[in-house]
């Protein structure tokens, strides 16, 4: 390795942690103050019906503009956010930011069903304050509960059943949607997950990117008959062909999220995308 940057000359071994633990405690600091700096925002991504390609709502995605790397990704940012404890705020800024632009693109479409779904971290869910959350902002934006969905992932369920059990059965009881996100990437079997009151599951990327099993058309169908047994909707996550595309499709999945139908926008690319489909929608 060292003789890539100095032809013969032998560099002193510096072990790769050492610079990832330092860029690491910069990001950390950085991500304290870009909250103030209004560097963080919202990206919605268009979750489209299967059946007539039309956008039924999207999910809230956070973004950072960080003022010398430029873009950072969440998959990086938000596990630090998480193990400072910062999570709560971006959690907290998420929810309110998601439930404001809802409320506004209900009002321009007089469509009370296009759902958002925001995603909650075991931090956030750990916290009392979850419910209070949720309920604040569904009633100071008036929006119909159902639409209002939080994803959270199987791993932080498991990580605590018996307080994960309680805490979402109180978000069922003040309405909001309950999505089962990354499906398909622990080892719990859905029969377990089903004594949590989820109502949508979504398959993770995995079984659809970059994926040439030849088994995957059986294990796809197992998942969507069982979620649909189950009384859930599906939501496939990054699907990349038309193939599978019609698979899904064929197995009356609902939704689709993927790059094939849009990238995650900005709140004016979003609502202009609703815009047009009402006018779409007139039209026909
Ligand atoms: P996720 O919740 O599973 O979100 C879906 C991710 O898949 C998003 O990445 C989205 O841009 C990406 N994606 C969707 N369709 C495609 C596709 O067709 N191809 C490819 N290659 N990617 C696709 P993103 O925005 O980078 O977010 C990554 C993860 O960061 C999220 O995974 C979620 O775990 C976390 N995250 C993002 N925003 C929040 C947040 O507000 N709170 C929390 N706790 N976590 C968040
Ligand atoms: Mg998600
Ligand atoms: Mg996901
Ligand atoms: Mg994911």
């Given at each position: 390795q060292a003789k890539r940057y100095g032809g013969d000359r032998i560099e002193p071994f510096r072990p790769a942690y050492k610079t990832i633990g330092s860029g690491r405690l910069q990001l950390e600091a950085d991500l304290r103050r870009a909250f103030e700096r209004n560097e963080l925002s919202l990206a919605f991504q268009p979750i489209v019906r299967l059946d007539t390609e039309s956008i039924a709502g999207f999910e809230a995605l956070l973004r950072w503009e960080?003022?010398?790397?430029?873009?950072?990704?969440?998959?990086?940012f938000v596990p630090i956010a998480e193990s400072t404890g910062l999570i709560v705020q971006l959690g907290q800024f998420a929810l309110e930011e998601a439930a404001k632009r809802l409320s506004d693109w209900h009002l321009m479409t007089s469509d009370p069903t296009i759902f958002v779904s925001v995603n909650i971290s075991s931090r956030q869910l750990i916290r009392q304050d979850l419910i209070a959350d949720v309920r604040t902002v569904v009633s100071r934006y008036r929006l119909p509960p159902e639409s209002l969905k939080l994803e959270l992932t199987e791993s932080l369920v498991m990580d605590n059943p018996e307080r994960s059990a309680q805490l979402l059965a109180r978000l069922r009881e003040i309405g909001v949607g309950l999505s089962l996100d990354d499906f398909g990437t622990g080892y719990s079997s859905l029969a377990y997950l089903m004594r949590f009151p989820f109502d949508t599951l979504k398959i993770d990327q995995s079984f659809l990117r970059n994926n040439t099993q030849p088994q995957r058309p059986i294990i796809l169908n197992s998942i969507v008959t069982m979620a649909h047994d189950l009384g859930l909707k599906v939501v496939a996550e990054g699907i990349e062909s038309e193939s599978d595309l019609n698979l899904l499709r064929q197995l009356n999945c609902e939704f689709a999220q993927s790059f094939l139908f849009s990238q995650p926008l900005t709140?004016?690319?979003?609502?202009?995308?609703?815009?047009?489909?009402?006018?779409?929608?007139r039209a026909s």
């Amino acid at each position: 390795q060292a003789k890539r940057y100095g032809g013969d000359r032998i560099e002193p071994f510096r072990p790769a942690y050492k610079t990832i633990g330092s860029g690491r405690l910069q990001l950390e600091a950085d991500l304290r103050r870009a909250f103030e700096r209004n560097e963080l925002s919202l990206a919605f991504q268009p979750i489209v019906r299967l059946d007539t390609e039309s956008i039924a709502g999207f999910e809230a995605l956070l973004r950072w503009e960080h003022p010398r790397r430029g873009a950072v990704s969440p998959s990086e940012f938000v596990p630090i956010a998480e193990s400072t404890g910062l999570i709560v705020q971006l959690g907290q800024f998420a929810l309110e930011e998601a439930a404001k632009r809802l409320s506004d693109w209900h009002l321009m479409t007089s469509d009370p069903t296009i759902f958002v779904s925001v995603n909650i971290s075991s931090r956030q869910l750990i916290r009392q304050d979850l419910i209070a959350d949720v309920r604040t902002v569904v009633s100071r934006y008036r929006l119909p509960p159902e639409s209002l969905k939080l994803e959270l992932t199987e791993s932080l369920v498991m990580d605590n059943p018996e307080r994960s059990a309680q805490l979402l059965a109180r978000l069922r009881e003040i309405g909001v949607g309950l999505s089962l996100d990354d499906f398909g990437t622990g080892y719990s079997s859905l029969a377990y997950l089903m004594r949590f009151p989820f109502d949508t599951l979504k398959i993770d990327q995995s079984f659809l990117r970059n994926n040439t099993q030849p088994q995957r058309p059986i294990i796809l169908n197992s998942i969507v008959t069982m979620a649909h047994d189950l009384g859930l909707k599906v939501v496939a996550e990054g699907i990349e062909s038309e193939s599978d595309l019609n698979l899904l499709r064929q197995l009356n999945c609902e939704f689709a999220q993927s790059f094939l139908f849009s990238q995650p926008l900005t709140v004016d690319q979003a609502r202009k995308m609703l815009l047009d489909q009402m006018g779409v929608k007139r039209a026909s």
